[in-house]
């Protein structure tokens, strides 16, 4: 079970950061991304953090977020800076493993980030 918190309002040029934390699971062991839909849009790929500990991002978003894991509570974060009110979306968090047959994806509950002054 994956417990998403750190959404609210910022303002333009703002930061936040999101978590997501695990219990019953080990991210150790799973692929870990955040994904966010804004309005009337689909649920798209921000960025992921393998099991490995590579890393991956959107291009809106490359050197202004950051996804990084703490083992130690379980939890993986995502840092947001220099936000732009395109930024505004619910954001999930994602683990995801290849159980040799196909990926299987848990879900967070998602957490909205609204920019706007």
């Known amino acids: 079970q994956l417990q998403a918190s750190g959404g609210g309002l910022v303002q333009p040029g703002g930061s936040l950061r999101l978590s997501c934390e695990a219990s019953g699971m080990t991210y150790t062991r799973y692929n870990t991304a955040w994904y966010r839909q804004a309005p009337g849009k689909q649920r798209d790929l921000v960025a992921s953090?393998?099991?490995?500990?590579?890393?991956n991002y959107e291009d809106s978003v490359k050197g202004r977020f950051t996804i990084s894991r703490d083992n130690a509570k379980n939890t993986v974060f995502l840092q947001m800076h220099s936000m732009t009110p395109e930024d505004t979306a619910v954001y999930y968090c994602d683990a995801y493993t290849f159980d040799g047959r196909d990926w299987r994806h848990y879900w967070g509950q998602g957490t909205l980030v609204t920019v706007s002054s």
């Open positions: 953090f393998t099991y490995e500990g590579d890393t």
